[in-house]
């Protein structure tokens, strides 16, 4: 079975400055990445995910996230926040798309990042 | 594309009564859904995967009598918990995938409290 492990709960940030997420998987077996962001009392909505390819991705709202296979890490960075980028961020994986496997997430912890102004 | 609703947003039941929740995919045809509770400050727990027209599979722990799951439609899912009790009290969130997809989506959720 596969875990995620987001190293912090909570990161404070000033407005403009960088941010970085912190996220570690364990699996046997090859796996798919997401980064999903959740604003207060709503579902998720997913930033970006890696399926294959290049190892560098490009999501929504200026967020990047960078797989690294070695290290079993899929960080998520973003160079500049704003204050609307206060939320919830999780870390999922699933295992490749074996239809048997029903294609399920297996979330981390989740980062609380706070934007002050 | 790609939108998933939840009905109702908010609930609050007498402890002992039954409540569910509506889990609808509205331009896609969902084959899994999926059902999810998070706890305040909580990730997201999987309580159970649902394809159409079949039994959902529980994850363990999770008690298949008291969160029942009907499935019948490819854009249809409902959660009914019953014989609720304030401990029930969480945010359930569902998502939705399509044939062949990969991807989930996921709805705004359901915060349902137990008095």
């Known amino acids: 079975a596969q875990s995620v492990t987001q190293l912090d709960s909570q990161v404070p940030v000033f407005e403009e400055a960088p941010v970085e997420l912190r996220c570690n998987y364990s699996?046997?077996?090859?796996?798919?990445l997401f980064w999903y962001v959740q604003y207060p009392n709503q579902g998720l909505q997913l930033l970006l995910k890696?399926?294959?390819?290049?190892?560098l991705v490009k999501g929504i709202n200026g967020f990047e996230a960078e797989f690294n296979k070695s290290q079993t890490s899929f960080h998520l960075r973003k160079p500049s926040v704003h204050i609307s980028d206060t939320a919830e961020y999780f870390c999922?994986?699933?295992?490749?798309?074996?239809?048997?496997?029903?294609?399920?997430?297996?979330f981390g912890g989740g980062t609380r990042v706070l934007v002050k102004p | 594309g790609a939108v998933v609703s939840q009905h109702p947003s908010r609930v609050i039941c007498k402890s002992g009564t039954s409540v569910k929740i509506e889990c609808r995919s509205l331009?896609?045809?969902?084959?899994?859904m999926f059902w999810y509770r998070q706890f305040p400050k909580q990730s997201l727990m999987l309580m159970a995967t649902?394809?159409?027209?079949?039994?959902?599979?529980?994850e363990q722990g999770v008690e298949k009598d008291k969160f029942l799951i009907n499935h019948a439609s490819l854009t249809l899912s409902t959660l009914t918990v019953t014989s609720a009790h304030p401990e029930d009290s969480s945010f359930y969130i569902c998502?939705?995938?399509?044939?062949?997809?990969?991807?989930?989506?996921f709805g705004p959720g359901t915060r349902l409290t137990v008095t």
């Open positions: 649902s394809n159409e027209g079949s039994k959902a599979t529980y």
């Open positions: 699996s046997s077996v090859s796996v798919y």
């Open positions: 999922a994986v699933s295992i490749s798309m074996i239809k048997a496997a029903g294609n399920k997430l297996t």
């Open positions: 331009d896609f045809q969902a084959t899994t």
């Open positions: 890696y399926l294959s390819g290049s190892t």
């Open positions: 998502s939705a995938r399509g044939e062949g997809g990969y991807e989930q989506y």
